[in-house]
C-alpha cells in the first residue's frame, strides 16, 4: 500500500516538474508569432555556406511548427540574425591509399534572436559552435563529395541551433 501510495506521488510530482519531450517545448515569449530570418552573413570562404545554413534554419523551424517564418520584417515579431564566423573540415582519418576519408567539421556562428516587440533580445550566441564528423564514401574525396556534405552538416547544425533556441538546451 505505502509503495502505491510513494508510486502515485512520483508519478504526480514527475507531471509538474517541468520535464517534456525534446521538441515539444518553447522558451519563446508567447507574443513571438511570426519570426523573420535573413540570410547569414558569411565570413568564410565556403561558397553556398550562408545559403545552406539559413535554408536549414527556416526549414527546421517550419518542421518545429511553433512559430510562422516571414520574409516581410514589418509583421515579424522577432528576427533570427546569423553570421557565420569560421568553418574548418580538418580530415581525422585515412584509407589505406593514404587519402582522408573521414573529416572533423566545426562550424562557427554569431547568432541573435531578437524580439521585436519589446525591441530585447531573446537569445544571442556570439560563439554557436556546431561540431560533427563526416565520413567520405570510398573512392571519392571530400571536394567531390563537399556539396551533399554541407547539406548534412547545415541540417544537423540547424536542428541543434533550434533546439538551443527553442527548448534552452
Known amino acids: 500500500m505505502k509503495r502505491n501510495i510513494l508510486l502515485l506521488f512520483l508519478c504526480l510530482f514527475s507531471l509538474r516538474c517541468g520535464y517534456h519531450l525534446r521538441g515539444t517545448g518553447s522558451f519563446l515569449p508567447t507574443h513571438i508569432k511570426k519570426i523573420n530570418i535573413p540570410m547569414f552573413k558569411n565570413l568564410t570562404t565556403r561558397f553556398e555556406l550562408d545559403l545552406k545554413l539559413t535554408h536549414s534554419v527556416i526549414d527546421e523551424m517550419v518542421a518545429r511548427g511553433k512559430v510562422e517564418m516571414t520574409e516581410d520584417m514589418e509583421s ?30 566545426i562550424v562557427a556562428a554569431n547568432i ?42 547545415a541540417e544537423k547544425f540547424a536542428r541543434s541551433l533550434v533546439t538551443n533556441i527553442l527548448e534552452g538546451f
Open 76 to 105: 515579424a515579431d522577432a528576427v533570427l540574425i546569423g553570421e557565420i564566423t569560421s568553418f574548418k573540415a580538418t580530415p581525422i582519418a585515412f584509407s589505406k591509399e593514404a587519402t582522408a576519408d573521414r573529416y572533423n567539421i
Open 112 to 153: 541573435t534572436l531578437k524580439d521585436l516587440v519589446n525591441q530585447k533580445i531573446i537569445f544571442s550566441n556570439p560563439n554557436f559552435i556546431y561540431q560533427d564528423e563526416y565520413e567520405v564514401p570510398e573512392g571519392t574525396d571530400f571536394e567531390t563529395v563537399e556539396s551533399e556534405a554541407l547539406d548534412k552538416i
